[in-house]
T-cell receptor, first 112, second 114 residues
Framework: GAVVSQHPSWVICKSGTSVKIECRSLDFQATTMFWYRQFPKQSLMLMAT?????????EQGVEKDKFLINHASLTLSTLTVTSAHPEDSSFYIC????????FGPGTRLTVL | AQSVTQPDIHITVSEGASLELRCNYSYGATPYLFWYVQSPGQGLQLLLK??????LVQGIKGFEAEFKRSQSSFNLRKPSVHWSDAAEYFCAVGAGVGNEKLTFGTGTRLTIIP
């Protein structure tokens, strides 16, 4: 139980394009989902908290217009990286919470 | 503000040896504590969690952790490690249901030698 999926698992895109990453809780519903960014050999950095039916809450320093988050249902949240640039290349991980956070497998984004 | 310290960046142990990974937290109230494991290129898997009750918590894969309030610690242990335990381990602290944001430690990388 408590399985979270992410799609795609990896994506390569050109600079200036937008990329959408999906996060789904497969066997449970989650009012709250979280989006993290992880740089190589570093810990997870929380980007935003996503609540179903309301606007996401972004952490300080995270550009909300660049990282668009939509939490359309209790099982789906999406992160769209708009006008991606090479510095946005990273490993993005989502989690879905029932009081305990369950993590997806991550999405590797490479911007050329 | 809550914080987590994992003092050991990298630990190497022999297969079959015992393991202890250290975690110290700072939090004003009773914390919700977690240990997660991350294999290379993967997401995080929950090993165990402590919310309340028995301070010795059993988790998956033979891991256990002990909550010691007096020492603000939540160390992870395993009596005998396997080569498949090689991974990155993260300790995290949270405020609990209703405020589920987690603060993660910087992680401890575990290497297993034959």
């Amino acid at each position: 139980g408590a399985v979270v999926s992410q799609h795609p698992s990896w994506v390569i895109c050109k600079s200036g394009t937008s990329v959408k990453i999906e996060c789904r809780s497969l066997d449970f519903q989650a009012t709250t989902m979280f989006w993290y960014r992880q740089f190589p050999k570093q810990s997870l950095m929380l980007m935003a908290t996503s609540n179903e039916g309301s606007k996401a809450t972004y952490e300080q320093g995270v550009e909300k217009d660049k990282f668009l988050i939509n939490h359309a249902s209790l099982t789906l949240s999406t992160l769209t990286v708009t006008s991606a640039h090479p510095e946005d290349s990273s490993f993005y991980i989502c989690s879905a919470s029932t009081g305990t956070q369950y993590f997806g497998p991550g999405t590797r984004l490479t911007v050329l | 503000a809550q914080s987590v310290t994992q003092p050991d960046i990298h630990i190497t142990v022999s297969e079959g040896a015992s393991l202890e990974l250290r975690c110290n937290y700072s939090y004003g109230a009773t914390p919700y504590l977690f240990w997660y494991v991350q294999s290379p290129g993967q997401g995080l898997q929950l090993l165990l969690k402590y919310f309340s009750g028995d301070t010795l918590v059993q988790g998956i894969k033979g891991f256990e952790a002990e909550f010691k309030r007096s020492q603000s610690s939540f160390n992870l242990r395993k009596p005998s490690v396997h080569w498949s335990d090689a991974a990155e381990y993260f300790c995290a602290v949270g405020a609990g249901v209703g405020n589920e944001k987690l603060t993660f430690g910087t992680g401890t990388r575990l290497t297993i030698i034959p």
